[in-house]
Structures are given as C-alpha cells and as structure tokens.
C-alpha cells in the first residue's frame, strides 16, 4: 500500500456543483507498467455534470474524483516502464480521477504531445477530439463529400468535430445555441451553415439538404435524436453519444431526466432494414483497451494541432481548486462556453 496523498476535487454525494469537495487522499500505488503524473491542467467535460447529478451509467463508489483526461509531467515510473522517464510531458486518459493534484495510470494510458503546446491546450485535446473522431471516421465511417450534421457545434465536442471534418473534406451542417457561436461555427470553423438549436433547426437542415444526411453526431437526446433519424439519407447513420437534454440545469431532476428518455426514439432493427439506416453509440471511456485506434488517431490529432491544421477552442481556464470546479461546472451547465474549459494549476 501507498502512503502518498494528493490534493483532490471530489463528488463526495450528488447535487449541484456547490456540493464538490476538496480533501486530500490517498494516491494509488505506483504498480509495474504504471506513470505518476504531476497534473498541471485538466479537462472539464459534459460528462462530468452528469456524473456529479447521478445521471452518468459507469462510476465508482462515492467520494471519487471526476475527470477524463489531464495533462501534466511524468515523476515516477513503475517497474518495467522504458519508454518514459521522469520529466517528460504526457497528456492521458483515465476512467476517472483528473481533477487532482496527481493521478497514477496505467502507462498504456498516456500519450506525448507537442512541445510547442501547453498543458492546457494539451488537456483540451484527447477527450473532444478522440469522440469526434471515432464518431466520423470508426463509428460512421464519413468520407469526402458525405453530408454531416453535428448538434452542439459550439460545444467542445462539436467545435472540434466540424474541424475533423471540414478537415476531411465533408459538407458540415452545426446546430448551435446562441448567435455567437453559429457565426464562430461559420466564420472560424469552416461549417457551410449553423442553425439555432432552439429553433426548427430541422426544416432548415432539410430546405439545405433535401435529400439528407449522410452522418449525424447527436450528444442531446430526447426530440434532437427523433429529427435526426428523420433527415437521415439512405445509408444514413446516426451517431449518439450523449443525453444533455436530461440535464438542462444545474441538478438532476429525474422527471426531466425520465421524459429526455422516454423522448429518445427506440430503434427495431427490422425499421433499420425498412430506412436502410444505421444507429451507432459511442462512449470513450468503455474504449481505452482500443489503443490500437486511440493511439494512431491522437498521434494524427496532436500532429494537426502542431501544424495549425486543427486547434484546440478554449474557452475558458479554471483553477484546479474546489472552487475552480464549482465555477467551471456551472458555466458549462449554463451553456455559455464556445468550446472548451479546462482546469488548471
């Protein structure tokens, strides 16, 4: 056992962000084949609000610390680690537990980066740009040409998304909720139009593209998912990975959370076979034993972000500190970042 601590932001019972804590605790044990890192920045995902809400399906027991993905410096190696020595920089993924001071993973979890970014570019890379990526290119297998509707194109997800697929020479159609991030989605992000997604977003799409959608990446849930199916092209596939719709504030309700649900269309695979369509989920951190995709699409990605081709879209920095994350949680259940927030030292 290890007698080593860090200092830790945690999800100690559910509720609002109010109720994250902060107290140190113990740090895993440097095991054979594992990295301590020294986390200088970490990323604040959607999927975090879900976790501290009780709406997430995969967490572990109560107090445990959220976070994806952090970047930061190796300082120790466990036995049988030669490819990593103590003072480099490393960007990795985990199941949980980025929002500290200090996080112990599995070396096959962790990944270089650029010199020339920092930790907080860095940290707003893996998580958005991995799910967008096998969204587009494993899950719906998008090639050139193809017609794409991204929801939430301002999100981090989604900003980084419509870049992975202008980038490939698809047609990009976003969804966004303010007019700031439509224009961004246009103007900066190369998307052919952006519609208001608490609008008719839907007729809109179909006026532009009347005979549909090749791919549709949807994080929203509940009527969003119904009208995609419903502008889906022959061969179409949908790509969901998300439910934001059953969390539209800053805590769980779970009739919200009920009706979202029971909003989301069920797919029979004989109306499959009838449309000629395909359903696809995706949820990143039920694929961290694919390093065999991770890894070739992340080398891609940071080597696009070196060159200029792709950029990380930061919104905002937040401290790694229990108040940092109460701040940073309820900006992003405010829906006011374009893109991504980050937590950093």
Known sequence: MSDATTRAILIDRLGPPETLVERDVALAPLGPG???LEVHAAGVN???????AGLYGTVPPRPYSP???VAGEVVRVGAGVTDWQPGDRAVALLAHGGYARDVVV?????????DGLTPVQAAAVPVVFLTGWVCLFEAARARPGEKVLILGAGGGVGTAAVQLAVRRRLEVVGTAGSAMKREFVMADLGAEACFDSRGDWE?????????GVDVALDPVGGRATASCRRLLAPLGRLVIYGLSEAIPRDRRSWPRAALAYLRTPRFHPLRLVEQNIGVFGVQ???LWSRRDVLEPALAEI??????????PVIDRTFALSRDGAVEAHRYLHERRNLGKVVLAV
């Open 46 to 52: 959607f999927a975090d609000l879900l976790q501290r």
């Open 34 to 36: 594992a990295l301590q």
């Open 67 to 69: 976070g994806f993905e």
């Open 284 to 286: 990143l951190l039920h």
């Open 203 to 211: 007729t809109e799409v179909r006026r532009l593209w009347p005979g």
């Open 302 to 311: 940071f080597g696009a972000v070196a060159s200029g081709e792709l950029r």
């Open 106 to 114: 599995d070396a096959g979890q962790a990944f270089r980066y650029p």
